[in-house]
């Protein structure tokens, strides 16, 4: 199955984009359903987690919430970062894009998945929930950065 793809404008500079979507402590802010997330490290420095680290976000759904580990495997600054699931029945393998742009940034969001056995029953649901989810995380991401950015810069 291919990739699920979002791509949407963002009126910020990609160092900022960046710096959001790269931070899994700000993912409850703009991914509605994720309720908690716990860093492998307990004190990291702040901003964007880098190359091997690991983290797992609690998400809520279908009523019931469902814990799912992630290691960063690409921690490219202002351009790209991704990380891969490594545990659980569909493992989520995510990646965001930023791109400069004449008015700031475009990022692409690429969402696919891994299931072994006991997750492949599941996988045709998690990708409609996901295809449907993403674009409002996304732009619910779009409008927070823009909104703090306007507000860090007007006099």
Known sequence: ??????????AVPPSEVFAYVADPRRFPEWQRDIVAVRLADPAPPPGPLGRNERFTTVRRIGGADR????????????REWAVRGTDGPIRPNVSVTIEPSGTGSVATFTFDFEAPAIGRPLLPLVRRMTGRIAPLSVDRCRHLLEAAHRAAHQP
């Open 67 to 78: 814990a799912m580990t992630q290691e960063v495997v690409t921690a490219d600054p202002y």
């Open 1 to 10: 199955m291919s990739p699920i793809v979002t791509r949407i404008e963002i």
